[in-house]
């Protein structure tokens, strides 16, 4: 069975730095589009950063300039380096991996994590 895992969330001060990962795991064989996005108390969950199989990127007009994604696709794995956080960036962010193909299942289909929460301090 695929699941997504995420990891490096926490507490930061305003200013700081955090690096998300999520690793995909199972049968894959592979995976077109992956993104992260966040919600946050009260509010609908919105895409923060997108990277398609071939590597172009889009971001939120949120955060360009200071969030930057990337993959690595030999490991399946996804990651979001944040910098120059903002206490408007507290949130759960979650991963989003788009048609992942599971060899074991037969199946084409999107899957999420679980999400891992940030939480930026003024």
């Known amino acids: 069975q695929v699941q997504l895992v995420e990891s490096g969330g926490g507490l930061v001060q305003a200013g700081g730095s955090l690096r998300l990962s999520c690793a995909a795991s199972?049968?894959?064989?592979?995976?077109?589009?992956m993104g992260w996005y966040r919600q946050a108390p009260g509010k609908q969950r919105e895409l923060v950063a997108v990277i398609a199989r071939g590597g172009s990127t889009n971001y939120a007009d949120s955060v360009k300039g200071r969030f930057t994604i990337s993959r690595d696709i030999a490991r399946n794995t996804l990651y979001l380096q944040m910098n120059s956080l903002k206490p408007e960036d507290t949130a759960v962010y979650y991963c989003k991996a788009d048609r992942v193909y599971d060899r074991r299942a037969g199946t084409i289909r999107d899957y999420w994590g679980q999400g891992t929460q940030v939480t930026v301090s003024s």
């Open positions: 199972g049968s894959i064989i592979s995976i077109n589009d």
